[in-house]
């Protein structure tokens, strides 16, 4: 059987996969390895994760979850899930800032892609980290932490640079959420008012018809939030799906991490593998302007989409996060599975973001190559001068 990515629509080619037990197994791997590279949830739509020679997951290694309450701070091996880690954490009276809409996914992956969830003051999910282990080329075991001159190049990374083994996470105390789903979000509705509205926005849109997600700290949220109307009942981002793989709507209030996701982590996720992702981010400034861009072409990108999600980012300094340097507005879209029809549609969203610097999520579909800074490169070769965590993805965009 072919091991694929998560919606199966990738076929990883790598010879072989090994599950090591130990760091000293996965150290001896590494060192042996011609070609290698780590795989974790393989949430992913794209080839980033694949190798050309041999591939390594880490879901067999010691289960690490160590948390230092004192310090506001837990060190998690790479291959835990956020759905594994939150709860742990939330025992402790602790938290994560955010989350990402799937709870499923690997803290690893998703640190190493700059995935994120949204509001306006909640960086992306990799803007946590504040140190991570890694083993590189040679087999040796490589500490980065907050403040070294490497550090910022490292976090957001494509696995190109080693294996990450261990990261360590800032904390925040835990907190309570309200979720409320509003219908009817006018197309005039002040972008910047709506998306400050809560801990953490959403907007999911066809590019015609709008609803809001808000999750809420504190009292409830009045019937008449501007100017829309509350959900009757549960949602679920893709009109006419069932909500019952979602997390708990209608104000009701619970831990931060059985809101912030939009989905449950013992369902399945989204559209449940029958889909195809895109997103690219935009400095926030532009939103107004890309929004009214997209729904100039709604009748083009319609009939392959399932949904298209909208959302804030604050702003970090690692230097291939999507967010870097600027506050950013994201812009989700949840594809129907038929890679030919999508991809002249991903082409026409590209164009019309194009005006606004556009930076593609690393593990979604996109077709214009992003721009990487030299001292990435740089970085790269001083990590892996022999490439053996490079494969095709890596160097399409090392080699522009």
């Known amino acids: ?110 640190v190493a892609t700059g995935t994120h969830g949204s509001g306006v003051g909640n960086p992306s999910l990799s803007a946590a980290v504040r140190g991570l282990e890694l083993v590189t080329a040679d087999g040796s075991l490589v500490t980065l932490e907050r403040g070294h001159e490497d550090f910022p190049g490292a976090v957001v990374a494509l696995g190109a640079l080693g294996v990450v083994t261990a990261l360590t996470l800032d904390l925040v105390p835990a907190f309570e959420l309200r979720q409320y789903v509003r219908e009817g979000v006018p197309d005039d509705a002040p972008f910047d008012e709506i998306m400050a509205d809560g801990h953490s926005v959403s907007l999911f849109t066809d590019y015609r018809d709008t609803r809001a997600w808000i999750k809420h700290r504190a009292e409830p949220v009045s019937d008449g939030w501007r100017g829309t109307r509350p959900a009757v009942g549960p949602r679920h981002p893709v009109p006419g799906m069932p909500a019952g793989s979602c997390t708990e709507q209608l104000g009701v209030p619970g831990p931060w991490h059985e809101r912030l996701p939009h989905f449950r982590p013992d369902a399945p996720p989204s559209s449940a593998g029958n889909e195809l992702q895109s997103e690219w981010m935009t400095d926030r400034a532009h939103a107004a302007a890309a929004l009214r861009g997209l729904r100039a072409v709604g009748d083009r990108i319609r009939p392959v989409l399932q949904i298209s999600e909208v959302r804030t980012i604050a702003a970090d300094d690692l230097w291939l996060s999507p967010s ?4 950013s507005v994201a812009f989700h ?9 999508v991809r002249p549609v991903i082409e026409l969203v590209e164009d019309v973001l194009a005006p606004f610097d556009p930076r593609p999520h690393w593990g979604k579909l996109f077709v214009r190559r992003p721009a990487v800074p030299d001292r990435f490169r740089e970085l790269v070769r001083r990590y892996d001068p022999e490439g053996a965590f490079g494969n095709a993805f890596t160097r399409a965009l090392l080699d522009t």
């Open 1 to 110: 059987m072919t091991l694929t990515n998560w919606a199966g629509n990738t076929p990883f080619t790598a010879s072989r996969i090994h599950r090591p037990t130990s760091l000293d197994e996965l150290r001896r791997l590494v060192a042996a390895a011609r070609r290698i590279r780590a795989l974790g949830s393989g949430h992913s739509f794209n080839d980033i994760a694949d190798s050309p020679g041999e591939l390594v997951r880490l879901d067999r290694m010691p289960p690490l979850i160590e948390v230092d309450s004192a310090a506001a701070r837990v060190r998690v091996g790479a291959a835990t899930t956020y759905a594994r880690l939150a709860p742990e954490l939330h025992a402790r009276g602790l938290a994560l800032a955010n989350l990402a809409s799937l709870p499923h996914i690997s803290v690893a992956g998703s």
């Open 324 to 327: 870097y340097g600027r506050d």
């Open 333 to 341: 879209f949840t594809w129907v599975k038929d890679p030919a029809a």
